[in-house]
């Protein structure tokens, strides 16, 4: 399972723009390198991150081999309750990873 490291605001107004950031360690191997031996090195990328607060998807990329090892995600979604922000994402192995943080919306 490939580690991520998801981080939100601890807490936010009603209706305010909040910063949601994602980091996934993971060596995106393109399957263009090769071993020592010559062996190809198989293809494994993230290939679907998907993001969901208050239970509806409000994030969702697609991604392809021109993505760098240990991808870095940014985006904003708009706090409109308390509840959790879950990251889910799957790489090409099948291999799947998750982060959770919890935004207070009082």
Known sequence: MALGR????P???RGEAVEVRLLI???METGFRREPDGRVVPMNVVSTVSCRYGGQE???AELGSGVAA???FS???RAEASGDVSVEWIDDAGERGAARAFLAVP
């Not at 998801?6 to 605001?9: D, G």
């Open 25 to 27: 360690q993971h060596p």
């Open 75 to 77: 985006f904003w979604l």
């Open 11 to 13: 807490a936010a107004r």
């Open 70 to 72: 240990n991808p870095y």
């Open 6 to 9: 998801l981080q939100v605001p």
């Open 58 to 60: 409000v994030f969702r």
